[in-house]
DNA sequence: GTCTATATATTGATAGAC
DNA sequence: GTCTATCAATATATAGAC
């Protein structure tokens, strides 16, 4: 017989992981943790070394849970790329909603929270980020014809994060979605205005625009 | 003769801020505070009843710093308002370099390690940012004629902050000031095509640039 | 692998002399 | 207002039985 694999290392993460996005990573302790996981001390230092050691793990575990629980469902609202990136925003607005924007993006969290403090969480968290963007570029790639031949797709898949953890810390200061849609929109209007140029190149001196070209984008932003 | 009033609580209030921006607000023992401040426990807790009240001392220095520190040295390079806009974010790419991508914005590392679990604090961040975005818009304002008129000057100075937090939230985690340049340079042809687009409309039909109206931004951000 | 019990250090905060 | 001394609670981490 095949010796059953523990779940218990799992629970600790899955624990940790919602604790440090709720409360943050210093201000979570190993006791909350453990409790939380309904696991003993003893469990928790058995599979992991130290606090900072759980940490990594956490961080390994957004690394896993990107495509199946940010990417995926967005994806699967629509086929259309840049639909697609905008989808991905639409599920953090949700999250927003749904805790009142008290919680925000886990990864943008700890970034902040701790900074350089410790070598490997800084390269994990960047390695989180970069995944996101890789995630968004693979949209604009697929969207490139549309998008003007200069545009540097991998810097505007940044700027796509950007503009979403800018605009999330903002709801959450204010407690107010108004400052993330606003984000969105305005970011929905440079799109727009990329897609607009390239359409004006790529019919020569033509600049009218075919009907149905420029779908009106409703966001619930505008007031 | 007048009674020397003390800078002890200033003192105090000073060390705090730095090592809050340094490390974080949990991260940061009160001891560590009054070693730095040169003073005593006694002291500290004389002019504060808690942790947590001299964070709200913290955050109130921040609203007195704004102007002194953060929009006249940068409003003091440039008469045009469009410009103070971008020289107010070359002063935090300044920071960044200055430390190497490891200082962000303090305001913003305390809105996302403490989000929302002291109301008295959400609300002094909350302020810090409605001031911070107040002065931009003041910017914006004073270059409305160049606007397109139907630009939310509010909303587009609460995207100006998005963009600065959201590129500084990257550049810190990648170590890296590529993703705060490249935040920058698409915000800046952001602005562009929204003062082209201005352009375009008071010129009536003419669509033609007058040379000199579109100065080249050099932002250090171009590979 | 999981448990209980505990070590050790540090935390935020207080008391009371001066 | 500032000091020293210290409390009580909590933190991370460990030891060793099972």
Known sequence: MMPVKSDTREKIVEAARELFHVQGFHATSLAEIFRKAGVNSGS????????????????????????????EPAFRKTDDPIERVFSVLAGYRQMLMQTGCKLGCPIGNLALELGDTKPEVREKIALNFA??????????????????????????????LTVMEGGIMQARGHRDIGPYDDGVAQLRDYFDRLLAQRRREAGGVRQDTRPGDLPSHKTGAES
Chains 1, 2 share one sequence.
């Not at 900072?52 to 849970?65: C, S």
């Open 131 to 160: 995944n996101w963007c890789r995630a968004i570029e693979s949209c604009l790639d697929a969207a490139a014809d549309r998008l003007p031949a200069d545009v540097d797709r991998a810097r505007l898949s940044r700027f796509v």
């Open 44 to 71: 928790l230092y058995y599979f992991f070394k130290s606090k900072d050691d759980l940490l990594l793990a956490v961080l390994d575990a957004y690394v896993g849970l990107l495509w199946p629980a940010v990417m």
